[in-house]
């Protein structure tokens, strides 16, 4: 549990930074997923899932 806290914390920090740093292009992209269809954020949705387990699968051995 206490790696899902740390997990979830890491990504807020990041997502945070991001946005920090720039604000302008995180609202165009937000206005392009806004317009995006459904079935392709499902899609890289899952395929960021898929990768980010893959990738603590790995990491963490």
């Known amino acids: 549990m206490l790696d899902i806290l740390a997990a979830l914390g890491l990504v807020l920090a990041i997502e945070g930074l991001v946005y920090a740093a720039f604000p302008e292009a995180m609202k165009s992209v937000a206005g392009q997923i806004a317009n995006s269809p459904a079935a392709g ?4 949705g899952l395929g960021a899932a898929v990768f980010g387990v893959a990738l603590v699968w790995f990491v963490r051995g």
């Open 41 to 44: 954020l499902r899609y890289v």
